[in-house]
C-alpha cells in the first residue's frame, strides 16, 4: 500500500480581507429567502407530495455540481480548496465560500457590472467550461473550417450543439453530449426521480418524471422533446421540478457569425450553430391563487399574436388556434445550477422550453415560471428612499411592485409572440433582441388590453410608470448582460422619442401615455432585425442604442448612494431540512 498523501492544489484568494467583508455584510449581500420549514405552503401538501419533494431537492443539489463545470473548469477544485480553508477557520476561506456559494462560481458581474474574480489567475472564458479552456475564438474557427473540408459533417454538428461539452481530439475537436459527459450524475437524477414518483399524488407530474429521468438516462434528443413536451403541458399540479436550459453563457458559439468564410461553410452543409445550454434546477410548490392570476392573459394571447408588427410577414410561434401555453406561480424551495446562480441578479421567471429545442417539431408548447419568493420586496424602506430621489412626486402613485410583476408576466409571454425562425442568425446580439422584444411587446400593447378587459387604466399607469423607473440601473452593463444592455436601449429610445424626462429637481417624469406608442414603434424595429437574420443589423441596432446617456449616469449616481448592494444569495431553510 502506498503511503503518499495526495496533496489539495492550492490557490490564492483575489479580493483583500477588507473587500471580502464588505461584499458579504448585508448591505452590498441580499438575502432572498425561499420557503422555510413551517410555510403553509409545505404543510398543506399531501404526505406523499413531501415525501417526493425531498427527493427532488436531492436531485436539484447535482445541477450544482454539473452547472459548476459547465460554468469554468476550476470550479469544482476551487471549491474544495475553499470548503478546506473555512473549516481550517480561515476567514478569507469562509467569506470568499460565501461569495463562491451565492454565484455559483469563481467568476461573475456584480450589480454594477463589475467583473468579480474570487482566485487569482481563473479568469472567464469566452467558451465557458463548455469547450477546452486554452481555445481561442481563432483556433475554433480554423478547426471547424479544416474538419468541414474534411467532409466531418456530423463530427461539426455534434460540436455545434447545444447540448455537447467540447473536447481536444488530436488536432481536432470533439463534441460530447452532456448526457454522456455527465453520465454518472444525470443517472443519480434519474434515480431520485424515479423514487419521487412512487410517492408524487399527480399522475400528469409522474408521468413527467418518468419520462425525464430517460432522457436523463440515455443520450437522444428525442427523449429530451417527449420529456419536454409533457413539462409544457403541466398546469394543475401541486410540485414544480424544471431543468432549465438556457443559452446566455456561451459566447463562443454565438462568435461563429462574425467568420464569414465559416458561417458560409456551415450555411452551404446545413449546419446550425447553436449556443450551448447552461443547466440549472428548480424546486417548487405551485401556488393555486397566483396562477390562476397569471392565466388570465391566456386568452388573449391570439389577439396579441395579430397585433404584432408585420404578423402577416412570417411563421408566429403562437398561432391563432395556439393553446399550448401553460403558466404557474410557484412557491421556491430551492434553485440551483444556472437558475439559482446569483450574479448581480438572479432570475425572475423563465418562458421555456427555447426555440431551439426538439420538441416543437413534435407539438410541443411552452411554459412560464414565475418565482414568487424572488420577486418579494425585501426592503420596502429602501425602496422608497429611492422614490424620493429619483421619481417626481406626483408619479409615486403610480409605482407598484406589483405592476412589476404584471410587466414581467407581459414580458415572458412576449416570448411566444413573432417571429420562430431566423434569430439564431443574430449571433452574440440575439439575446439582446430577444429581450427587448419582450419588453417592448409588454408596454406597446397595454392599451389593447385594457380594451380586452385584461387591465385597468390605473394598472396601465402603474406598469408604464414602474417599468421607466426600473429600468434605471446603478452602472452601464457590459455587452454579455443582455437583460440589462437591452434596458439601457430603451432608456436611450425613450428619452430620445419623448418617453420620459428628467427635471430640474433631477428626477424622472414619465410621459405616460407616450409609452405604449413609442414601444410599438420600438417593437417594429426590433421585428424587422430580427426577420433580417442579419449579424450586421442587429450590431448596428443594439450600437446606435446601447448609450449611457448623461441622463442615465445622474440617476445612476443617485441610486448608488441610496443601494449598496453587489451581489446576493439564496436561504433555502425548507430545501436544507429536507436534506438531512
Known amino acids: 500500500m502506498s503511503n ?70 476550476h470550479n469544482l477544485e476551487v471549491l474544495e480548496w475553499l470548503k478546506k480553508q473555512s473549516e481550517s477557520g480561515d476567514e478569507k476561506g469562509k467569506l470568499t465560500l460565501k461569495l463562491f456559494y451565492g ?49 466531418k459533417i456530423n463530427e461539426v454538428k455534434n460540436i455545434l450543439t447545444q447540448r455537447s461539452v467540447v473536447v481536444r481530439d488530436n488536432d481536432e475537436l470533439k463534441g460530447i453530449d452532456y448526457i454522456d459527459y455527465f453520465k454518472e450524475d444525470f443517472i443519480k437524477v434519474a434515480d431520485l426521480l424515479d423514487k419521487a414518483r412512487e410517492y408524487s399524488t399527480n399522475a400528469d407530474f409522474n408521468e413527467y418524471l418518468d419520462l425525464q429521468a430517460k432522457a436523463l438516462r440515455t443520450a437522444d434528443p428525442m427523449l429530451d422533446a ?66 390562476d392570476n397569471l392565466l388570465k392573459i391566456k386568452k388573449y394571447l391570439p389577439a396579441l399574436a395579430k397585433a404584432m408588427p408585420n404578423s402577416d410577414k412570417y ?76 421619481l417626481c412626486s406626483e408619479q409615486h402613485i403610480y409605482y407598484n411592485n406589483e405592476a412589476d410583476h404584471l410587466a414581467t408576466i407581459g414580458h415572458e409571454n412576449a416570448h411566444t409572440l413573432g ?34 378587459g385584461m387591465y385597468t387604466k390605473d394598472e396601465r399607469n402603474q406598469i408604464i410608470v414602474t417599468e421607466v423607473v426600473c429600468n434605471f440601473l446603478k452602472s452601464k452593463p457590459i455587452l454579455t448582460q443582455a437583460h440589462r444592455v437591452r434596458t439601457v436601449m430603451q432608456n436611450k429610445y425613450f428619452f430620445d422619442n419623448g418617453g420620459y424626462e428628467i427635471t ?21 424595429e426590433i421585428i424587422s432585425v430580427q426577420l433580417s437574420g442579419n449579424f450586421k443589423d442587429a450590431k448596428d441596432y ?22 449598496k448592494t453587489l451581489n446576493g444569495c439564496v436561504e433555502n431553510k425548507l430545501a436544507d431540512s429536507l436534506l438531512e
Open 103 to 151: 454565484q455559483k462560481g469563481v467568476n461573475a458581474v456584480d450589480n454594477m457590472s463589475k467583473e468579480v474574480q474570487l482566485i487569482k489567475g481563473i479568469d472567464s472564458k469566452i467558451g465557458k467550461g463548455f469547450y477546452p479552456e486554452d481555445l481561442t475564438k481563432e483556433e475554433f474557427y480554423t478547426i471547424l473550417i479544416t474538419m468541414i473540408h474534411k467532409g
Open 504 to 524: 430640474a429637481y433631477g428626477k424622472i417624469k414619465v410621459n405616460i401615455d407616450k409609452i405604449p406608442k413609442i414601444a410599438y414603434k420600438m417593437l417594429e
Open 315 to 390: 411563421i408566429q410561434i403562437l398561432s391563432d388556434d395556439d393553446e399550448k401555453q401553460t403558466m404557474v406561480d410557484v412557491d421556491m424551495v430551492i434553485a440551483t445550477g444556472d437558475v439559482g446562480a446569483y450574479r448581480g441578479g438572479i432570475t425572475l421567471a423563465e418562458n421555456l422550453p427555447n426555440a431551439d429545442k426538439m420538441t416543437f417539431k413534435i407539438g410541443g408548447g411552452r411554459r412560464n415560471v414565475y418565482h414568487r419568493q424572488i420577486r418579494f420586496v425585501s426592503d420596502t424602506a429602501k425602496l422608497q428612499k429611492k422614490l424620493d430621489e429619483i
Open 226 to 291: 417527449y420529456a419536454d413536451k409533457k413539462w409544457a403541458s403541466l398546469q394543475d399540479i401541486p410540485l414544480e421540478f424544471t431543468i432549465t436550459r438556457e443559452s446566455y453563457e456561451d459566447k463562443m458559439t454565438a462568435s461563429i457569425i462574425e467568420n464569414e468564410e465559416l458561417q458560409k461553410l456551415l450555411d452551404k452543409n446545413n449546419i446550425n450553430a447553436i449556443s450551448k445550454d447552461s443547466l440549472g434546477c428548480r424546486v417548487g410548490i405551485v401556488n393555486k391563487e397566483g396562477t
Open 542 to 563: 443594439v450600437t446606435k442604442y446601447f448609450v449611457w446617456t448623461d441622463e442615465m449616469q445622474l440617476i445612476a449616481e443617485k441610486l448608488q448612494k441610496i443601494d
Open 4 to 73: 503518499s498523501i495526495e496533496l489539495m492544489k492550492s490557490f490564492e484568494y483575489n479580493l483583500t480581507l477588507e473587500e471580502l467583508n464588505k461584499r458579504t455584510s448585508s448591505e452590498y449581500l441580499i438575502t432572498k429567502k425561499f420557503l422555510n420549514v413551517d410555510s403553509l405552503e409545505y404543510k398543506k401538501l399531501e404526505d406523499g407530495d413531501k415525501k417526493a419533494l425531498a427527493y427532488l431537492v436531492k436531485a436539484s443539489i447535482i445541477f450544482d455540481k454539473i452547472y459548476m463545470q459547465l460554468d469554468n473548469v
Open 419 to 452: 417571429p420562430k425562425d431566423s434569430k439564431e442568425k443574430l449571433g452574440k446580439y440575439s439575446n439582446i433582441i430577444e429581450e427587448n422584444k419582450a419588453d417592448m411587446v409588454s408596454l406597446a400593447f397595454l392599451d389593447l388590453l385594457i380594451e380586452k
